[in-house]
C-alpha cells in the first residue's frame, strides 16, 4: 500500500508538471506578440536560472556551481536553447497545440539517436513504433491536405534539439552531480541571453514584465514538481504521463487563443502519443 501510494504521488506531481509546461508553452506565445524573442528568452531563462540558483544554494551551498563535465553541460544547454529558440519562434505561427504535438516527436527521436550515436540495437517493434511516430508527425504537419505552414518545421528542428538535450542527459546521468545539471540546465543560456539582449532591449510594461517573471516562475515550478515527481518513483516509470502536456495543449489552444483543434492534429497527437507509449513499454520490458 505504502508503494502504490508512493507511484500514485508521483503520478500526481508529473501531471502537475506536464500541466505547467503547456502553461508555461502559452505565456511563451502570448509573449512572442509583445516582446523581441530574445527579451522572451532571456525573461524566462534568466528568472528560471536566478530560483534555481537560490534554491539549490540554499541546500546544497555552492557544490552546483563545480561540474566535471563542462563541455557536456554545455553542449547539452546549447541543445535547450536552440529547440526552446525554435519552439517559440514557432509558436509565434502555428496554434499551440500543433507546436506541442510535433515536439513530442522528440522521444521517438531518442530512440534513432540512440541507434545512430550510442549503437544500441533495437528490435522490429520499436522500429515499427518510430515509423508509425514519424506517420504522426506527418499527420500533424498535413502534407497533401493543404498548405503546411513553413512555420511548423521550425517545431521539428526544436523536436531533434530536444531530443539531442534528452540524450545528453541521460549521458550525464550518474556521471555529473544533478544539482550542477540541474543549475546548468539555463544557466549558460542565461548568461549569454545577457549580452544578446542588450542591443534589441525594450522597456517592458509592468504588465508584461510579471508575465516574463510568470514565464520564469512557471518553468521552474513545472522542473520542481518533476523532480517531485521522480523522487517518488522512477523516471522510467513516470515519464509517459507527462502527455497530459499535448491534452492541455490542446485545451489551451482552443480556450485562450480560440484556436481551432483540426482533427489531423489529434490524429496525429494520438498516434505520436501510442509510439511514444509503445517505445516506453518495449523498453521497460
Known amino acids: ?56 544554494g540554499a541546500t546544497r551551498g555552492t557544490s552546483f556551481l563545480k561540474t566535471s563535465h563542462p563541455f557536456l553541460q554545455l553542449l ?34 531518442v530512440t534513432v539517436f540512440s541507434v545512430v550515436f550510442l549503437h544500441e540495437r533495437i ?20 502534407p497533401g491536405l493543404d498548405s503546411i505552414e513553413p512555420a511548423l518545421f521550425l517545431v521539428v528542428g526544436a523536436a531533434v534539439f530536444n531530443a539531442a538535450y534528452l540524450m545528453l542527459t541521460r549521458r550525464l546521468a550518474g556521471r555529473d552531480d544533478s544539482a550542477s545539471t540541474m543549475f546548468n540546465t539555463t544557466a549558460p543560456g542565461a548568461v549569454l541571453l545577457t549580452f544578446l539582449v542588450i542591443p534589441v532591449w525594450e522597456t517592458p510594461s509592468p504588465s508584461v ?22 523522487s517518488f518513483a522512477p523516471a522510467s516509470l513516470l515519464s509517459p504521463f507527462l502527455y497530459i502536456q499535448v491534452l492541455a495543449a490542446s485545451i489551451l489552444t482552443v480556450v485562450v487563443f480560440g ?26 520490458r
Request: aromatic share 10%; proline share 3%.
Open 123 to 142: 528490435g522490429i517493434h520499436r522500429i515499427a513504433a518510430v515509423v508509425a511516430g514519424f506517420l504522426g508527425m506527418l499527420v500533424v504537419l498535413r
Open 76 to 109: 547539452r544547454g546549447a541543445c535547450l536553447l536552440t529547440a526552446t529558440s525554435l519552439m517559440y519562434a514557432g509558436l509565434s505561427y502555428v496554434p499551440l497545440a500543433d507546436a506541442t504535438s510535433v515536439l513530442f516527436f522528440a522521444p521517438i527521436l
Open 259 to 284: 484556436d481551432p483543434l483540426r482533427w489531423t492534429t489529434a490524429l496525429g497527437a494520438a498516434i505520436l502519443v501510442a509510439s511514444g507509449l509503445y517505445i516506453w513499454w518495449r523498453e521497460n
Open 209 to 230: 514584465l510579471a508575465l516574463m517573471v510568470a514565464i520564469g516562475c512557471v518553468g521552474s515550478i513545472g522542473h520542481a514538481l518533476l523532480v517531485r515527481g521522480f
Open 1 to 56: 500500500m505504502p508503494r502504490f501510494s508512493a507511484f500514485l504521488a508521483g503520478i500526481l506531481f508529473t501531471l502537475a508538471a506536464g500541466i505547467s509546461f503547456a502553461v508555461q508553452d502559452s505565456l511563451g506565445k502570448h509573449l512572442t506578440t509583445l516582446v523581441p524573442l530574445i527579451q522572451l528568452l532571456w525573461g524566462r531563462y534568466f528568472i528560471q536560472t536566478l530560483i534555481m540558483a537560490g534554491t539549490l
